[in-house]
Structures are given as C-alpha cells and as structure tokens.
C-alpha cells in the first residue's frame, strides 16, 4: 500500500546527488563499525520508537475505519515490537543498518498491510484544541527563547529586506495549526510580495502530517470568492504531492509532478523536525534554502548540543 508513482532527485538539491545528498542528519553508524553489531546509538533510537509503540497501538486500536481494530492493532504492536528486537540482534535484517527512514517506514508498512491508514485523523482536526483545552499560545510557550540551537533567523529578516524571490517551494509537516497559523500566513506574505509559492505535501497519511488532497481542501475552504488569501491575490500558490508518506522525506525520491513544478525555484523550505532536522538539515541546495523546526526528541537535542523545545532556524543563500 506504499506510493506507487515513479520517483526522481529532487532537481534543486546540489549534485551529483548519488555521492553528495545524504537523507538522514544523524549518523547512527560509521564506515568502520560491525555491519552485524548495532551501534550504541542505532539501540537508543530503536528503544525510541519501540517506547512508542504503545501510544501507536492505542491509536490504532480506536479507528473506527478498520474492521477488528484492537486485533489488528495488537499485531502491528507485536510484529513491529519484533522487526525492532531484531535490528538490535541484527542491524542488517529488515532492510538495515537502520536510520530513521528505515524505521519509520517499517512502522508505516506494518500499520499499512493491517488496513491502518490514518490512525492520527482525529487529531488533525482544529476542534482537538479547543476540546482537549490547548491553544496556539500554549504550543507557543513550549518554546525557548533566543538564541536558538541553530539560529540564522537575523541572516535571513537581512535577505528578506532586500530581496524577493520569483518562486518558492514549501515543503509542509503537521496539519491544523502548523499549517493555518504558520504555513499559510508565510505564504501569503510571499505572495503578496510576488512570489509564486508551491506547497508540497505528502502522498499518503503519515502520523498527524497533512496530506496534499487535506491541503488542497483547506486551501480551497480559506479562498474567498475572488480566489483571494485575506485580501492576498493567490492565483500563484499552488499545491504539489511531494510523492513522499513518511514523516522524514528522501529528496533524492520526489514525484515528477513537484520536480516539474519546482525546477526554476530559487527558495526552498522544509518545515518540521522530521523533514527538516532529522532528515536534511546539511542537504546543500541551488537556490537559497530555510531548514525550521522545533527539537522534540532529546536524542535530537543531545546531537545538536541544544535544549528540548529548542528551535531550528537555518538559512543558507545559494
């Protein structure tokens, strides 16, 4: 039930891909390592996810759109519990040595063959926020203040004074407030600048991330009838499936239509830990590029000599 579209090298990264391009920021092994023995930190972020495997079989567990749900769930919970004890064994079983596309993938793929497809809708939705009592000023909070682990937001308030891009590509992470409250205010900024701004989003349902069909729909309920952002002309924002369904993303496998769309750009943004922390924070691009995103796993923090909560904020000019 993986994307069946074909694939290509996202044209904006610097080649030649094949030898340059490395996905995945954290290194979780070395060339001279036991390709048999799991690494100290290969075993720390696999006790990573398996301490997360009982939050994905409860929300498994109440999905309402699969028949036999808990059943399922408990044998996503034990097949996947068992992949990950064998990785520890041997970190060349399953695809290995592991890094965190392959173990996200593997979680996804297990939840896929069950008949899991979303198990994390109910909490895309904005209404959450206000039933569970939580507010975009309390997400806020969670912050830490300046400076941040990696802080160029000052480089980049310099640029943003002096130049305007032509076309722009967003590459988009979670739904609801992420993307209502940060996303769409960017883009509308650029737009009204006169930038065109392309929003890529996931091909298939990946934890809480959004989607492009979810994107497109919110893009289209936000449109006045004149096709307009909040008084913002937005005949120029369009929206890309990125050909990706994980919560990390591999530019050098996107979908020709984003390739296509994103060739002559010359701004790249890829928001999220996962997309832009985890996977590509050293990614060199053509054009000038923003890595943002907020460090939510102490693994992260402790590789990036940061703070929980703390923010990433990188900018690299072409």
Known sequence: MESSSPSVPFPLLQAPVESTYRACTIPYRFPSDNPRKATPVEIQWIDLFLNSVPSFKQRAENDPTVPDAPAKAEKFAQRYTTMLEELKKNPESHGGPPDCILLCRLRDLVLRELGFRDIFKKVKLAEVFAKDGMSFLASCQNLVSRPWVIDDLDAFKSKWTKKSWEKAVIFVDNSGADIILGILPFARELLRRGTKVILAANDMPSINDVTYPELVEIINELKDADGKL?????????????????????LSSVSPELAFMANDADLVMLEGMGRAIETNLYAQMKCDSIKIGMVKHPEVAQFLGGRLYDCVFKFNEA
């Open 230 to 250: 909040s008084g913002v002309d937005a005949s120029g924002l369009l929206v890309a499936n990125s050909g990706n369904d994980l919560p990390v993303i591999d």
